[in-house]
């Protein structure tokens, strides 16, 4: 049974940088174990994805968002870490780590969310 | 382009048939995935492929695909299925995923 959870702070403030951590159970980032995703969304508003880390270490971004992201992984302890520099209240959202099947393109399970928050 | 279009709602009468559609240029190259979203919830995959559904995913779902615009057809809509339906693909050069705005079902 796969499951993730995202955590990380509730609240940032304008400017800091976000990190965010997705624990994983029931596979492995480790040899043809597929990749987790990170997709955002903002209240009331759609889908965004962010960014993507396979299990061997490739990584995708987001074109309108690469400069600001860095995702990587921690197959050891079964995490995947996502962060977000240079935050601002359009940031906003809830984020979502997702699980993606080795060599599909759909994000199968999904994390509960955390919702972030960016004020001052 | 890069981008999904989806009609932002649409409504059908309980126990009638709903298609909801997706446009998009990548859809020439790759099928849509369809995601399910209730109030409060994370996503869920109800559609993948050219017309497979995850387990637990009712066979009243289904998907197809016509040259840039795919569409879930839902047949004999219920109740639950009331919700945030959001398509989403690879881009052309498959580097990245797109989602769509999202179309919001209601059933009547």
């Known amino acids: 049974q796969i499951t993730l959870k995202e955590s990380g702070p509730t609240l940032v403030k304008p400017t800091q940088t976000l990190t965010l951590t997705c624990s994983f159970s029931?596979?492995?980032?480790?040899?043809?174990?597929?990749?987790v995703g990170w997709i955002r969304q903002p209240p009331g508003k759609a889908l965004e994805w962010l960014a993507l880390?396979?299990?061997?270490?490739?990584?995708h971004y987001s074109p309108s968002l690469r400069s600001r992201l860095t995702i990587t992984r921690d197959s050891t302890n079964n995490k995947v870490i996502l962060t977000m520099t240079d935050m601002d209240p359009v940031d906003t959202a809830t984020y979502y780590c997702?699980?993606?099947?080795?060599?599909?393109?759909?994000?199968?399970?999904w994390g509960q969310g955390a919702l972030v928050t960016v004020s001052s | 382009s890069s981008e999904l279009t989806q009609d932002p709602a649409v409504s059908v009468a309980l126990g009638q048939t709903v298609r909801i559609t997706c446009q998009g240029d990548?859809?020439?190259?790759?099928?849509a995935l369809w995601y399910q979203q209730k109030p409060g919830q994370a996503p869920a995959l109800v559609m993948y492929?050219?017309?497979s559904r995850p387990s637990g995913i009712p066979d009243r779902f289904s998907g197809s695909t016509s040259g840039n615009t795919a569409s879930l057809t839902i047949t004999g809509a219920q109740a639950e299925d009331e919700a945030d339906y959001y398509c989403?693909?690879?881009?052309?050069?498959?580097?990245?995923?797109?989602f769509g705005g999202g179309t919001r079902l209601t059933v009547l």
């Open positions: 029931g596979f492995s980032l480790t040899t043809g174990g597929g990749g």
């Open positions: 990548s859809l020439r190259t790759y099928y």
């Open positions: 997702a699980h993606n099947d080795f060599g599909a393109h759909y994000f199968d399970y």
């Open positions: 880390i396979y299990w061997d270490d490739d990584q």
């Open positions: 492929g050219k017309h």
């Open positions: 989403s693909s690879r881009d052309r050069t498959d580097k990245y995923w797109m």
